[in-house]
C-alpha cells in the first residue's frame, strides 16, 4: 500500500520503518482542512497511494484534480470546521442541551416552592416575595428567548423534512415530543395508582425514582433531538447568525435566575429559619441540599450557555462562506 | 453514460448501493462502482460524499484495517437507498414504456 509507486520522488523509511506517503498525496492533504485531515486523514491518503498506483499520468491528472476538488467542497461545508456557521452550531447544540438542563432545574424548584409554607413566606416577607417573582419573570423571558431562537431552526428543519423526505430530521423531530409526551402519561398513570400515605414509603420512593429515570431518559432524548436537528439541518448562514441575540438573552435572563434563586434562598434564612431548616425540600427532604443543588446546577448551565454564547459571537468576526 | 446523467450518477447514492451487500473502505468502493456501474469515483468526489452521508447517519465508520477505514450502510441509509432506487426504477419503466410504445406506432 505504501510502496514506491509514484513516479514522482524517492522515499525512505522513516525511523519507525514506516514509507512515508508521496510528496503529492502530502500536499493534497494539506489543501483539506485541519480538522476534516484529523477525521479522514489516514484513510484519505492510504486511497489516493491506493489509486495512484495502477494510475497512469492521464488517469493520475484527473485524480489530483478530484482530490483538490474535493479540498475545497470540505473547506465549503461545514464538515471543514472552520467555518462560521458550523461553530455557530456547535454552540447552538450546547445551549440546547444547557437549555433541557434549565428546566430540569427550573421544575425542581417549582415543585419544592409550591408549598403553601413557601407561599405564605413570601407573602409576610418582601426580601422573598421580590426574589421569587424576579426569578419567575426571568425564567419567562428565558422561555421566549428559546422560543424565539428555536421557532426559525423548527421550521427550516420541518419544510427539509418534509419537502426531502429528510428520514435523517423527521426522527429527531418525532422522538424528543414522543418521549415528553409519554413520560407526562407514565407519570400521570404513577400519580394516579400509588397513592401510599407515608411519604418515604417503599411504594412512593419506587414511583419517584421510576418517575426521576423516566424522566431523565425523556430529557436525554430531547437533547439528543435539539442537536441532531441544529447538526443535520441546512441552516443558511444567515439564520445562525440571528442565533446569537436568542441565546445572548438567554445567558442574561439564566444569570438572573440564579442570581434569584440564591437571594430566594438567603432572605428564606434571615426571614423564616424554620422554614429554611425544615424537611420541605425536593422529595421531602431537607430545604438547604435541594435549595444549594438546585443553586449548583443553575449556576453551571448558566455558565455554559455563557461561554457557547461567547464563542458562537466571535465567530460573527468571521466573514460568512 | 452515467457520468452524463447527473443527479442519477449522485456519488453519495452510489456509495450507498455499494455499501448495501456489506461494509467496504473506500478504495473497494471506487472498484466496485466501477466494476458494477461503470463510473469513477474520484478520491475527492468519494470523501465528499462519504463526509455527507456519514455526518446525516446513513453511513457508519467501522474500526480501521491499518490506514483503510471500512464503512457500513446504517438502517437509515437502506431506507433512503431503497427509496431513491424505487424512485429511479418507476422512471426507467416509464421512459422504457413509452418508447417501447412509441416504436410500436412507427
Known amino acids: 500500500m505504501t510502496g514506491d509507486h509514484d513516479g514522482l520522488t524517492r522515499r525512505d523509511p522513516d525511523a519507525a520503518g514506516r514509507i512515508p506517503d508521496p510528496v503529492f498525496v502530502r500536499a493534497l492533504l494539506s489543501l483539506y482542512p485541519r480538522r476534516w485531515r484529523a477525521r479522514y486523514g489516514a484513510e484519505f491518503a492510504a486511497l489516493l497511494v491506493d489509486m495512484a498506483g495502477p494510475a497512469r499520468w492521464p488517469a493520475r491528472a484527473c485524480l489530483i484534480a478530484d482530490a483538490a476538488a474535493g479540498a475545497l467542497d470540505a473547506r465549503l461545508t461545514a464538515l471543514g470546521g472552520s467555518a462560521m456557521p458550523d461553530r455557530i452550531r456547535r454552540s447552538m447544540a450546547t445551549v440546547a442541551c444547557a437549555v433541557v438542563v434549565f428546566i430540569i432545574a427550573g421544575a425542581g424548584f417549582q415543585k419544592m416552592t409550591e408549598y403553601s409554607d413557601f407561599r405564605a413566606a413570601a407573602h409576610e416577607h418582601a426580601a422573598i416575595a421580590v426574589s421569587f417573582n424576579i426569578l419567575r419573570i426571568a425564567a419567562i423571558l428565558a422561555g421566549v428567548a428559546v422560543l424565539a431562537g428555536a421557532l426559525p431552526v423548527a421550521w427550516s428543519a420541518i419544510r427539509q423534512a418534509v419537502a426531502a423526505r429528510r428520514t435523517d430530521l423527521i426522527r429527531p423531530m418525532v422522538i424528543g415530543p414522543a418521549a415528553v409526551i409519554g413520560w407526562l402519561v407514565i407519570v400521570a398513570i404513577i400519580a394516579r395508582s400509588v397513592r401510599h400515605p407515608q411519604v418515604h414509603s417503599a411504594a412512593n420512593i419506587a414511583a419517584v425514582a421510576a418517575v426521576a429515570l423516566l424522566g431523565a431518559a425523556a430529557a436525554a432524548a430531547c437533547a439528543w433531538s435539539a442537536v441532531a436537528i441544529v447538526r443535520r439541518a441546512d441552516l443558511a448562514p444567515g439564520l445562525l447568525r440571528t442565533e446569537v441575540v436568542p441565546m445572548a438573552v438567554l445567558t442574561a435572563c439564566m444569570a438572573v435566575v440564579t442570581g434569584a434563586d440564591i437571594s430566594w434562598g438567603l432572605a428564606l434564612r434571615a426571614a423564616d429559619g424554620a422554614l429554611f431548616r425544615s424537611d420541605n425540600g425536593l422529595l421531602a427532604t431537607a430545604v438547604p441540599p435541594s435549595w444549594a443543588g438546585g443553586v449548583i446546577v443553575l449556576a453551571a448551565v448558566t455558565a455554559v450557555t455563557a461561554a457557547a454564547t461567547v464563542r458562537a459571537a466571535r465567530t460573527l468576526r468571521t466573514p460568512a462562506p | ?106
Open chain 2, 1 to 106: 453514460m452515467t457520468d452524463d446523467l447527473g443527479r442519477w450518477a449522485d456519488p453519495s447514492l452510489l456509495v450507498l448501493a455499494s455499501l448495501a451487500d456489506g461494509p467496504k473502505h473506500g478504495y473497494a468502493i471506487t472498484l466496485d462502482v466501477a466494476a458494477q456501474v461503470g463510473v469513477q469515483l474520484g478520491p475527492g468526489t468519494l470523501y465528499g460524499a462519504i463526509g455527507r452521508l456519514e455526518e446525516r447517519g446513513l453511513i457508519e465508520a467501522l474500526p480501521p484495517e491499518q490506514r483503510r477505514r471500512p464503512y457500513r450502510i446504517t438502517a437509515a441509509g437502506a431506507r433512503e437507498l431503497a427509496q431513491s432506487a424505487a424512485r429511479m426504477r418507476r422512471v426507467a419503466d416509464l421512459g422504457l414504456a413509452r418508447l417501447a410504445a412509441a416504436r410500436a406506432t412507427t
